[in-house]
């Protein structure tokens, strides 16, 4: 009987030490895999790039703020906006453009339409067309008799609904302008590493914003 019990406390023992034995390597491969030592050289392969294009970025960020072309052709239709749903505008226009537009578009392209516009309410025509193959200019057509909302295809890619600013006819020609006011949070949230409008140049190959 002693013997058996002897034998029993034996294994008792040969247990525990190998419980323990496996409790302590399991532990240490936590600690391997917590150690902030181990990976503390596992970076970003990419940081160096992402630190020179940022001031880049933020310079573009800033530029984004503001579009600004100028048409020349026959143009008598003269409109001011503080968004889109607060707007005045009469006239037509055909014309070849040359500029910046919002979520850079840039390039040439042709331009025609008419519109009698009054705060939210709107009879418009819009055409933009033959983009240059050079340029990033987004072509569009548009019938607008309502109201202008910003979910109409015009505003979800070509134009700014929630923009302000204006357009000057000259008879001969035009100039647009317009303070993108939704791309302040992109500019201010950049400084901070957050990219709101997912249009900063990256190394992979640039951004398209309008994609």
């Known amino acids: 009987m002693r013997k058996c019990l002897l034998l029993l406390v034996l294994v008792a023992l040969a247990a525990g030490c190998t419980s323990t034995t496996q409790i302590s390597n399991s532990g240490s491969d936590r600690t391997r895999e917590l150690d902030p030592v181990d990976d503390w050289w596992t970076v970003d392969p990419l940081l160096g790039e992402r630190i020179l294009l940022y001031p880049v970025n933020r310079v573009l960020d800033v530029l984004d703020l503001v579009s600004i072309n100028a048409g020349l052709g026959p143009d008598v239709q003269p409109n001011v906006h503080v968004t889109r749903a607060l707007q005045l505008g009469a006239g037509g226009a055909v014309t070849g453009r040359l500029g910046m537009n919002n979520s850079r578009q840039i390039g040439f392209y042709t331009q025609k339409g008419y519109e009698l516009s009054f705060l939210p309410l709107t009879n418009e025509y819009y055409k933009r067309g033959n ?12 019938k607008i ?4 909302e910003p979910g109409r295809k015009v505003y979800r890619e070509a134009r700014d609904y929630w923009a ?10 035009s100039v647009e302008a317009d303070v993108h006011l939704v791309e302040i949070p992109d500019l201010l949230l ?14 992979r190959g640039g951004t398209d914003p309008l994609e």
């Open 164 to 173: 302000i600013g204006g357009r000057i006819p000259l008879g001969l020609g």
């Open 190 to 203: 950049g400084f901070f590493g957050v990219d709101l409008m997912e249009d900063d140049i990256d190394v």
């Open 145 to 148: 008799n309502g109201t202008s």
């Open 131 to 142: 983009a240059a193959s050079w340029g990033s200019m987004v072509e569009v057509e548009s």
